[in-house]
């Protein structure tokens, strides 16, 4: 079953503006991922947050990590056209391969 | 580099048939994985590897199979293919920074199964 469980499902935004989305998760984790999927397209590596860490930035790129809530939440900065994709939140609890949550499928509107 | 690389890009294949999906990797990453996408059900794991020899299954295993015979390849395996197997298959392949396991896909296999 899956970990992580994306909010919202989906997002349609202006370019420019920013965009937030959340990851929420059950168990307690090791490590927070967030990956991006052009579509027809593989995912793609964007950040990694730690359980011991509360931020993390990356270009536009902000994650925040509340695991007293068991939360996570990518906001995406001045976004562009090109920003235009899924993005998927994955975990571990030390495995050797994380877990995959359903994804927010981000527009950004020209 | 080319990353990692799946083939074919597309296949339809009838009920009952047999057929091997092909992953292989060149950067000597230690774990490989296969991956299921379907509408609304985002990834999940069908098999991984942690090493040549070494296979285990996934969440969702019934009707794949897989080896690891090379540190580069890593095949997929469906046995008997039903229409339930119609999805988008990935396949990755990672390595350890630290304790956290960071994967590299490939561009993925649009399977039909009629």
């Known amino acids: 079953s899956q970990q992580g469980e994306e909010d919202p499902q989906a997002l349609s935004i202006q370019e420019g503006e920013n965009a937030t ?18 579509s027809g397209r ?15 930035h990356s270009g ?4 925040t990590l509340d695991t007293s809530k068991k939360s996570s939440s990518l906001l995406i900065t001045a976004s562009r056209a090109a920003d235009t994709a899924s993005y998927f939140c994955a975990t571990d609890r030390g495995s050797y391969i994380p877990t995959f949550g359903r994804g927010t499928s ?3 509107h020209p | 580099n080319a990353g990692v690389t799946q083939t074919p890009k597309f296949q339809v294949l009838k009920t009952g048939q047999s057929m091997t999906l092909q992953c292989a990797q060149d950067m000597n990453h230690e774990y490989m994985s296969w991956y299921r996408q379907d509408p609304g059900m985002g990834l999940r794991l069908i098999h991984y590897s942690v090493g040549a020899g070494i ?6 295993p019934n009707g ?5 015979s090379t540190t580069e390849d890593f095949p997929l395996r ?17 390595y350890s920074v630290a304790g956290a396991v960071v994967l590299t896909f490939g561009a993925g296999s649009r399977l039909t199964v009629l």
Request: proline share 1%; hydrophobic share 35%.
């Open chain 1, 60 to 63: 536009r790129l902000r994650v």
């Open chain 2, 78 to 94: 469906l046995l008997s293919a039903a229409p339930s197997q119609t999805s988008v298959y990935f396949c990755a392949s990672s």
């Open chain 1, 106 to 108: 981000l527009i950004v």
């Open chain 2, 55 to 60: 296979t285990d299954q996934g969440e969702v």
């Open chain 1, 42 to 56: 593989g995912l793609v590596h964007l950040i990694l947050i730690r359980s011991n860490e509360r931020e993390k």
């Open chain 1, 21 to 38: 989305m959340n990851c929420s998760y059950k168990t307690s984790i090791n490590n927070l991922q967030w990956y991006r999927q052009n």
């Open chain 2, 64 to 68: 794949y199979n897989v080896s690891r």
